[in-house]
């Protein structure tokens, strides 16, 4: 159990052009996700905190316009990476927790999406 | 801050045991896990630690302490297959992951 599916595994994009991700739960409901994007041989980081039904919370520096988040439902959330450019380019993985409760996780790691490796030329 | 501190690199020999330490800031800490991560491919979990002490399982266990803010990862009878990036995560009101240990386990 606890599956969450992102698409897509890659793309690559024009400089300019917007590429959205999805990242669904598939079999429980999540009202928080996370978004995170990882450079080559770094960690990851966190970009934002996706919220059911409300605004999603961006970590410092992390340009809100840039990278729109919406979720929508208990089982999807969005990311799309707008006017994209070269230096965008990265694994973006999203997760989620079906124990997730704001402040806490309830004795449940945190699972992943298999990620989106996007390449903007 | 959230500052989380790993060792960048280790090196262990097959058959080893190697430990692999994290310490972060106490301030409205909820817990920390440990996750594996392959090069290119997402994170899997391993170990969970809420309470003080040691969580064993398997080849894998994991030590908090949560007033001295540390925590390490300690792998039994190392593999190769255990090559990857080792990733501690503190959680307060977000889930934020440590820089990372790249392990390299060597015949």
């Known amino acids: 159990g606890a599956v969450v599916s992102q698409h897509p595994s890659w793309v690559i994009c024009k400089s300019g052009t917007s590429v959205k991700i999805e990242c669904r739960s598939l079999?429980?409901?999540?009202?928080?996700m996370f978004w995170y994007r990882q450079f080559p041989k770094q960690s990851l980081m966190l970009m934002a905190t996706?919220?059911?039904?409300?605004?999603?919370?961006?970590e410092q520096g992390v340009e809100k316009d840039k990278f729109l988040i919406n979720h929508a439902s208990l089982t999807l959330s969005t990311l799309t990476v707008t006017s994209a450019h070269p230096e965008d380019s990265s694994f973006y993985i999203c997760?989620?927790?079906?124990?997730?409760?704001?402040?806490?996780?309830?004795?449940?790691?945190?699972?992943f999406g298999n990620g989106t490796r996007l390449t903007v030329t | 801050g959230q500052n989380i501190d790993q060792p960048t690199e280790m090196t262990a020999t097959e058959g080893a045991i190697v430990q692999i330490n994290c310490t972060y800031q106490t301030s409205g800490f909820n817990g920390l896990f440990w996750y594996q991560q392959h090069a290119g491919e997402a994170p899997t979990f391993l170990s969970y630690?809420?309470?003080?002490g040691l969580e064993e399982k398997g080849r894998f266990s994991s030590f908090l302490s949560r007033s001295k803010g540390y925590s390490y990862l300690l792998l039994k009878e190392l593999q190769m297959k255990d090559s990857a990036s080792y990733l501690c995560a503190a959680i307060r009101q977000n889930f934020v992951f440590g820089p990372g240990t790249r392990l390299s386990v060597l015949p």
């Open positions: 997760s989620a927790s079906p124990d997730w409760v704001q402040g806490s996780s309830v004795d449940s790691p945190l699972h």
């Open positions: 996706s919220n059911e039904g409300s605004k999603a919370t961006y």
């Open positions: 630690n809420v309470l003080d």
């Open positions: 079999d429980f409901q999540a009202t928080t």
